[in-house]
């Protein structure tokens, strides 16, 4: 309910191009970035891969690691699972929704332990991470405090991204949130996302 899945498809979206060809690699059993791409036409790839279990976990890394594409955008299962953590060990940037709440603080605190023992295992320092305040409602005292709560987990804050109808309904439609909504305030918020975790 933090809008992975919204940031994810979009930010494919957003990324994919005439010069730049993107994957989406739907790791989630649940299967909403599938269903969204099944409906639509976002103009990116889709991989169903469920990661399931940690014995399959080796063979869904090198699956992942061959996918011939510049951008391999995946959507991780909601819940953090052992298999989750050699998974974030191959990213080279993750990118955390966090939803102005108490609760989703601690899960992201989980989150981010992760990927500082992913970047123990590797020598470059790798995966980058930025926190995203996701689905922030800004009347709210919570939504116009959040960016202060996160800069204190000690990771890059990117721009926000508020709670807007247009992005429901673009999963509606199928559709990533530019091709829905123009050039309104949403696909706005995309663009800048975009451009920070280039």
């Not at 599938?34 to 469920?50: F, R």
């Not at 699956?63 to 011939?68: A, E, K």
């Not at 953590?85 to 605190?109: H, M």
Request: aromatic share 6%; with cysteine.
């Amino acid at each position: 309910g933090v809008g992975k899945t919204t940031l994810a498809i979009n930010l494919a979206g957003q990324l994919s191009g005439p010069r730049s060809s993107v994957a989406v690699v739907d790791a989630d059993a649940q299967g909403s970035a599938s269903h969204w791409l099944e409906n639509g036409n976002v103009g990116v790839t889709l991989l169903a891969m469920p990661l399931e279990s940690v014995r399959g976990v080796g063979r869904w890394i090198d699956r992942v690691l061959n996918i011939d594409t510049e951008y391999a955008v995946i959507d991780f299962p909601p819940h953090l699972q052992a298999m989750t953590e050699p998974a974030i060990g191959i990213a080279d940037l993750v990118v955390v929704p966090v939803t102005a709440s108490g609760a989703d603080l601690i899960a992201t605190a989980k989150a981010l332990e992760l990927v500082r023992k992913a970047r123990t295992k590797r020598t470059n320092g790798a995966p980058r991470c930025v926190l995203v305040p996701s689905k922030i409602d800004y009347r709210t005292s919570a939504g116009r405090e959040i960016g202060d709560a996160l800069k204190k987990l000690g990771e890059p804050v990117g721009p926000s991204i508020r709670q807007r109808t247009a992005f429901v309904d673009s999963f509606t439609a199928g559709q990533w949130i530019g091709d829905y909504a123009g050039r309104g305030p949403a696909t706005k918020e995309i663009e800048a996302l975009a451009k920070y975790v280039r």
